[in-house]
Nanobody, 124 residues
Framework: QVQLVESGGGLVQAGGSLRLSCAAS????????VAWFRQSSGKEREFVVV????????NYAESTQGRFTISRDNAKNTVYLQMNGLKPEDTAVYYC?????????????????WGQGTQVTVSS
C-alpha cells in the first residue's frame, strides 16, 4: 500500500506558477504510476497528467500540455507538478493518485490510492 499527501496549492494570479508535490509512503514507490487529477466546483474529477513508475512515460491532458510538467524523484518518494501560465479555469482541488497497473492510465477507477487534495485558486 501507499499513502499520498499533496502540498503546494495556493492562490495565484493568472499567468503565475505553482509547484505541487505529492509525497508517498512505502518502499516500492517506483512500482507505482502516479497521476494528478483535479476537480472544480460542480464538475467531475478530471485527469490532468500521469507519469510511469520509472518516469519514462508521460501522458498529459490536452488542456494542460505545454503549461504543466510532471516529474518524479523516486529517491524522495515524491512526484511534482510544475504549473506555469495558470488560468482561472485551472482553479480546482488537485489530487494525486497512484496505481500499480501497467501503463499510463487516465481513468479515475484505475487508481487505487488517493491523496486528500490541495486547493489551487487562480484569480483573473
Amino acid at each position: 500500500q501507499v499513502q499520498l499527501v499533496e502540498s503546494g496549492g495556493g492562490l495565484v494570479q493568472a499567468g503565475g506558477s505553482l509547484r505541487l508535490s505529492c509525497a508517498a509512503s512505502g518502499r516500492t514507490f517506483s512500482s507505482y504510476a502516479v497521476a494528478w487529477f483535479r476537480q472544480s466546483s460542480g464538475k467531475e474529477r478530471e485527469f490532468v497528467v500521469v507519469i510511469s513508475g520509472n518516469g519514462r512515460s508521460l501522458n498529459y491532458a490536452e488542456s494542460t500540455q505545454g503549461r504543466f510538467t510532471i516529474s518524479r524523484d523516486n529517491a524522495k518518494n515524491t512526484v511534482y507538478l510544475q504549473m506555469n501560465g495558470l488560468k482561472p479555469e485551472d482553479t480546482a482541488v488537485y489530487y494525486c493518485a497512484a496505481t500499480q497497473r501497467v501503463g499510463v492510465r487516465i481513468e479515475r477507477h484505475e487508481y487505487d490510492y488517493w491523496g486528500q487534495g490541495t486547493q489551487v485558486t487562480v484569480s483573473s
